[in-house]
C-alpha cells in the first residue's frame, strides 16, 4: 500500500494524542529542576568601584614638585587607561589572589586540597573591568553576603596598599637621586665660592655695579633651569620609553631653554673660553682683566647657588612624599552586603529547563506516534524494527 503523505493535520493529532504525557513529563522536570535549585547554595554578589583620575596616575616625582614658576615641569603622567589597565592586571594577578585566599582562609571554606586549587576557584567567583565611564568595577561573590563585601574590600586595600608601597619606592629613588646630584652641586658651589673669595683676597675687587650683579643673576637662573630640565629628563628616562610623549616635551623644553642661552650669549657677545667652553659675561672691552675675572667667577658662584637652593627644596619635598602613606585609590562606592543573591536563578533554570523538557517530549511522542504507524502500514520497516530491537537486546546482554 503506498504509503500516505504527513500534513499538518498529523502533527496536530498526534499533539493532542500525546499532551498529557509532554505536559506531565515537562511539568516533573521543572518540579525537580525547581527542587535542585532549592538545594543549591546561595551566592551573593558584593561590588567596589574605583574612580581612577589623572592625580592617581602622576608617578614622576619631579612633575609634582616643580619649583620654578615660569617653566613648570611639564609631562610625567601616565594615560588614565594605561593606569586603569595596570590596576586590572594587578587585581588579576596571583599575588592579590593569595592575598584574599589566605586572609579569609578560603582552603578551608572551600575545601579545596591545595592553595593552586583554591585560588582557581576563587577566580572563578571574582572578576573586575572597566565601567562605561572609566571606573573599575570589583565583582566578589561569596555564600555569605557580609564575607563577599569584605572580600570586594579587601582586593581594593591590597591595591592601594601596592599602590603605596610602589610610589614610595619610587619616591625614595627620586629623593636619592636629586640628593646625589645635591651633594654634587654643594661641592662644586663650594669650589666656587673657595675660588672667588681667594681671587678676591689676591686681587682687592669685592663688588661689581648692580647691572652687572643682575646680569649675572638672570643667566644663572637659566642655567640651573637648563641643569633642572635635565635631571627630570633623566629621572623620567627610568620610568619610560624614549619615544613617550612626556619625554619627549621636556626634551624640547630643554632645547628651547638652550636656545635661550645661546641667544643670550650672542645677544651680550659672550665668547669661548679655554677648552671651548663658554665663559658668560657682557663684553667689557674697557673693563681692566681683573674685573672680568671676578665676573666670571662671581657667575659661577651664583649657577651653583641657585641650581642648590633648588635642589634642596626638590630634597625635602621627595622626603615629604616617600613618608606619604596616604590612601592613592579614590573609592566611588565602598562594597556593601547585597541583600538578594546572584545566584542560583531559579526562575531562569526552571524555564530552560522546562523547555528543553518540553522539546523533548514532543519528539518522543513523534517517535512513538511513527514506531505505531509503521507497525500497522509497513510489514519491511517493521522487520527492520524488530531487528534493531534483537541487535540491542543481544548488545544488553552482551554487556551483562
Known amino acids: 500500500m503506498p504509503e500516505r503523505e504527513t500534513t499538518i493535520l498529523d502533527y496536530v493529532y498526534t499533539i493532542v494524542k500525546w499532551w498529557k504525557f509532554i505536559f ?9 529542576t525547581a527542587g535542585i535549585t532549592l538545594i543549591l547554595p546561595k551566592w551573593y554578589r558584593a561590588t567596589a568601584t574605583i574612580l581612577v583620575s589623572q592625580e592617581q596616575s602622576g608617578l614622576s616625582i619631579l612633575t609634582k614638585l616643580s619649583t620654578i614658576p615660569s617653566m613648570p615641569f611639564g609631562g610625567g603622567v601616565l594615560d588614565i587607561n594605561t593606569q586603569s589597565n595596570q590596576y586590572l592586571a594587578i587585581l588579576d594577578s596571583r599575588v592579590a589572589q593569595e ?20 585560588i582557581r576557584m576563587l577566580r572563578s567567583h571574582v572578576n573586575s573591568g572597566l565601567t562605561d565611564q572609566g571606573c573599575i568595577y570589583i565583582n566578589v561573590e561569596d555564600t555569605s553576603p557580609e564575607q563577599a563585601s569584605d572580600m570586594a574590600n ?25 640628593q646625589d646630584r645635591l651633594y654634587s652641586t654643594k661641592e662644586q658651589l663650594q669650589a666656587a665660592e673657595d675660588t672667588l673669595e681667594a681671587f678676591q683676597n ?26 633642572l630640565k635635565e635631571i627630570e629628563y633623566e629621572t623620567m628616562s627610568k620610568n619610560f620609553a624614549v619615544d613617550h610623549p612626556n619625554l619627549k616635551q621636556i626634551k ?6 638652550q636656545n635661550q642661552i645661546m641667544s643670550y650669549e650672542e645677544s651680550t657677545g659672550f665668547f669661548k673660553g679655554p677648552g671651548n667652553k663658554a665663559n658668560y659675561f657682557p663684553p ?25 637652593t633648588l635642589l634642596t627644596e626638590q630634597v625635602e619635598q621627595a622626603k615629604i612624599q616617600e613618608a606619604r602613606d596616604t590612601p592613592t585609590l579614590l573609592v ?21 529547563m522546562s523547555g528543553l523538557a518540553c522539546i523533548f517530549a514532543v519528539v518522543l511522542a513523534f517517535t512513538f506516534e511513527y514506531i505505531n504507524r509503521i507497525q500497522k502500514t509497513s510489514p519491511a520497516e517493521q522487520e527492520k524494527l524488530q531487528a534493531i530491537r534483537r541487535l540491542l537486546s543481544r548488545k544488553s546482554k552482551g554487556n551483562g
Open 24 to 32: 506531565f513529563f515537562t511539568f516533573f522536570v521543572g518540579v525537580i
Open 99 to 118: 592575598f584574599v585566599a589566605e586572609q579569609y582562609g578560603l582552603q578551608k571554606q572551600y575545601k579545596t586540597p591545595n592553595l593552586e586549587e583554591t
Open 154 to 178: 579587601s582586593y581594593v586595600d591590597y591595591l592601594d596598599s601596592l599602590n603605596i608601597r610602589n610610589q614610595t619606592e619610587q619616591a625614595r629613588n627620586n629623593r636619592e637621586f636629586i
Open 202 to 227: 689676591q686681587s682687592g675687587i669685592i663688588s661689581l655695579p648692580e647691572q652687572l650683579e643682575a646680569v649675572i643673576t638672570i643667566y644663572a637662573g637659566l642655567i640651573s633651569q637648563l641643569d
Open 252 to 257: 624640547s623644553q630643554i632645547e628651547s631653554i
Open 284 to 308: 667689557f672691552a674697557e673693563s681692566p682683566r681683573l674685573e672680568k675675572e671676578y665676573i666670571r667667577l662671581k657667575r659661577d658662584v651664583e649657577i651653583q647657588n641657585a641650581l642648590f
Open 332 to 352: 566611588l562606592d565602598k562594597a556593601v552586603p547585597p541583600v538578594r543573591r546572584a545566584k542560583p536563578k531559579r526562575t531562569i533554570k526552571v524555564l530552560i
